[in-house]
């Protein structure tokens, strides 16, 4: 007698346990496409105010969540994003791209976006600010081989000066550069703005920073933050957007087709 491991005459082992696995793989997918929807549903419909647009699976149940500082969050946080769009439809059709109608970079449209992030800064594991200064940060410093861009020029994408790099903030956490610090001459005197590093080269052959996001004249309208020694969760998502939208934005030729 010829022994399988079948349940019956028809069902085996394997086909049950496939079965299995698609359905738990499919219920997965249904938890995790339904929880990814707990930031940014429902959709705002081009059509209608009334039009509620999540899709399916539907949006969760709201759930709390408990931070660090005793505070708590719930989400789906159950309000829409009501800041004005200074934008308007390129074309009539329902999703056409949006057109500028403002200064998008200060208006946080397209690539300028920024999310409304608690306006208070990040900690560490050991609850110190995590971006700052490397004039608080003085247990760090920058490594002798290689070039210090304090007191270095801040040149633009037009290949004008801006301003000069005045100090380096880092990140406490996954140590390295954050920002450069750069003093900016404008007509009213001298502003202190951020520029993330991310969106830098440095020339230490020519003791330059260079920029390409951003021309010159621009660097006067850089989100500034509230306290000099610290930014917050939502001053670095505008500042990084309004860098952003300068790749796009900071020349009308830029947002124009390449032939």
Not at 9 to 35: N, S
Not at 61 to 88: C, M, N, S, W
Request: a negative charge; hydrophobic letters at 35%; proline letters at 9%.
């Amino acid at each position: 007698m010829h022994q399988t491991g079948a349940i019956t005459g028809y069902i085996d082992v394997a086909q049950v346990t496939l079965y299995a696995f698609w359905a738990f793989f499919g219920a997965l997918v249904f938890y995790l496409r339904r929880e990814d929807k707990r930031e940014g549903y429902p959709l705002i419909s081009d059509r209608s105010d009334n039009v509620r647009v999540e899709g399916f699976p539907p949006m969760p149940a709201p759930k709390t969540f408990l931070l660090r500082d005793g505070r708590t969050y719930q989400a789906p946080p159950g309000v829409i994003d009501t800041r004005h769009v200074a934008a308007e439809p390129a074309e009539r059709f329902p999703g056409a791209p949006l057109h500028p109608t403002g200064n998008p970079l200060v208006d946080g449209v397209g690539p300028a976006s920024y999310a409304m992030r608690d306006d208070l800064p990040e900690l560490t594991a050991e609850n110190e600010t995590r971006c700052v200064p490397l004039r608080v940060a003085t247990d760090f410093g920058v490594d002798e081989n290689d070039p210090d861009p304090r007191g270095m020029q801040v040149v633009g994408a037009d290949g004008v000066v801006a301003g000069v790099v005045r100090d380096i903030w880092i990140d406490r956490s996954e140590p390295g550069i954050r920002y450069f610090e750069a003093d900016i001459p404008t007509g009213e005197g001298t502003r202190t703005v951020l520029v993330p590093i991310n969106f830098s080269r440095v020339d230490g052959d020519r003791r330059v920073v260079r920029v390409a996001a951003l021309k010159a004249a621009q660097f006067a309208e850089i989100p500034g933050t509230k306290y000099p020694d610290e930014v917050s969760a939502r001053e670095d998502d505008r500042i990084t957007g309004y860098f952003g939208g300068g790749t796009l934005y900071a020349d009308p030729q830029r947002a124009e087709p390449i032939l």
